[in-house]
DNA sequence: AGGGACTTTCTCATATTTCGAATGATGATA
DNA sequence: TATCATCATTCGAAATATGAGAAAGTCCCT
């Protein structure tokens, strides 16, 4: 029984006229009444008394008239609401941004994107964590680079570079890393959840296992033990940009510059149909990060390498 | 848009198992999902936030979950009521019967028909007019014949021979008829509808157009002129048996009986669903006037003419 | 008495739906 | 860590349902 056989049947309750409501639906006299028989016969009730020339409702047209009418205002109402959050983003969008990206390049944005949207409230939640975020239930996430072999759906919001890093106190102490062969000698920070550095080196990719020194949860803890000097670690270049250019950290090994990486991306559940407030943040997180991004200066010229050497 | 659709939507959402739900509503896992496409597709949401293994209800699902349940469970009730309709009489059963059947052969069984159907109450009305069973909002008429090229579905309830009948004090002042031709001589009685009786006669049908001496607008009025001994009347067996038995009418040409006629029929609405209530009191009449119905003595032999003439 | 409008039935062409098998992906289990 | 079972989706083919048009029967109105 189709929502539109019911509406169909409440048009030929109020007209008493089959054929006026099959105009109505465009149809024609023969589908409209093949249409009421078919209810009447999936019901097994006679809902109308019928004359050759008009219709009139039975006892039983009559209950269903009742129901139906209730049950359609609230299907209509349904669609309008579904239209309505179709339409203009509302509601609560809810985001998973690592930790610093989220403090630190989102945040930032997140007044002047309420301005366009005032009816949409956002809800971010930072956490170096992987989060599942369909079963976690968040609209997006911001990532550094989509899972490889997700079903996800992802958008590139704006290059990212990664670079090898250190303070210049530890290359003071230490010296700097020729080559990914060298880092055998040197101190390595990171997280757990990559233990694996790649370089895009003169013949290729060279692939480094890492033995980190120092290892902790989180993009930030990485970040406290680079800046005071502990070792090397692997950091965006929007997370750093400015100690880059402020010469509080130095990119080095620049020959062999970190492979796999180079984008922001913005990650939602797949489907046909994306939902509006995300297409909007999605296009609005673009035009921030767009070509080039804000941080992305030149790295390797900021603080020379070769003045530390 | 199908209601069996939004409910098998429910039932994934409750579930969030695509797969699961199909079996419950008997689908291939590919019917499934089709159908959930389509439903996505036609209102142009995401309902589902899909995982290759499960599904978790988007912010447009969870809408459209909350009115369609309430809608469903509408239509549930819907159904339920025309069950109840359809399963048990009830309500009101709306009766046109002619005034004098009605009273005397409807009414008399009233009471015991309510003892079966107590929830059914009965409306009915007498009146020898010719009342538009549909138009009028009835469910179904007594009538002496069935109308000829009437839509109207049309069940025999009992045999009911009319007569050609007088008071013995008529005959005794004009004497008897012997055929139709005699008519002329005598003063005829009817009512404005009926101005043609039909005999049978031993070479066939004779057509004798009647020129009342004196008419009424109902049975009634004819029945009770007749009894005044003011003429011969077409009357009814059911109506007159007991006078007939009483000798306090005779009938007369009895080689000639009344043509078209001979059965009391239910007629109600045309249709493939009849309702119970109808086919229940069609059924309990069927029981008390079947055959042979309490008024078919045979009148012909119940006063003898011949010790008349 | 006649014309127009209405409902219904029939047949046939077209959409839609369904299943079965194959594919890609995920979680549980050993 | 690897295997297995389960899940959702896609594709093609068959089954089903839906629609228009013509024709018939009925009834209202002029």
Redesign the interface.
């Known amino acids: ?4 056989d ?1 509406r169909f049947f409440t048009r030929v309750a109020a007209l008493g006229n089959l054929s006026a409501a099959g105009r109505e639906f465009g149809l024609s006299p023969s589908a409209a009444s093949s249409r009421l028989t078919s209810l ?2 999936e ?4 809902l ?5 020339r008009s219709l ?1 409702l ?3 047209g009559q ?2 008239l ?3 009418g ?3 205002a ?2 209509d ?3 309008e ?2 239209e309505a ?2 339409a203009a983003p509302s ?2 969008l809810r985001i998973s941004s690592n930790m610093f990206f989220g403090r630190k390049h989102v945040l930032p944005h997140l007044g002047e994107f309420r301005e366009f949207y005032p009816d949409l409230r956002i809800a971010i939640d930072c956490t170096d964590r992987i989060v599942d ?3 976690e ?1 968040y609209d997006m996430a911001i990532r550094g680079a989509p899972m490889p072999d997700s ?1 996800l759906m992802a958008r590139r919001l704006g290059s990212d570079q990664r670079v090898l890093c250190a303070s210049p106190a530890y290359i003071e102490r230490k010296g700097q890393p020729r080559s990914p062969s060298d880092l055998i000698n040197h101190d390595c920070i990171g997280v757990e959840a990559m233990p694996i550095w790649y370089f895009d080196g003169p013949d290729g990719e060279i692939v480094h296992r890492v033995a980190y020194s120092i290892h902790g949860d989180s993009g930030d803890f990485s970040y406290d033990a680079t800046l005071h000097g502990l070792g090397l670690s692997v950091k965006s270049i929007s997370h750093v940009w400015e100690e880059l250019r402020d010469g509080r950290l130095v990119s080095v090994m620049n020959d062999y510059p970190i492979a796999r990486t180079g984008d922001i991306c913005a990650v939602y ?7 509006p407030k995300v297409s909007a943040f999605i296009d609005f997180l673009q035009s921030k990060y767009g070509r080039p991004p804000y941080w992305d200066t030149d790295y390797r010229i900021s603080v020379p390498v070769s003045d530390l050497d």
């Open positions: 029984m189709r929502l539109e019911l009447e016969r019901l097994a009730v006679q109308f008394a019928r004359t050759t009139v039975t006892e039983a209950v269903l009742d129901h139906a209730i049950a359609l609230q299907m109402a349904a669609f609401q579904l959050v179709n509601g609560v975020i369909i079963g239930g079903s559940p797949p489907g046909k149909y994306t939902s």
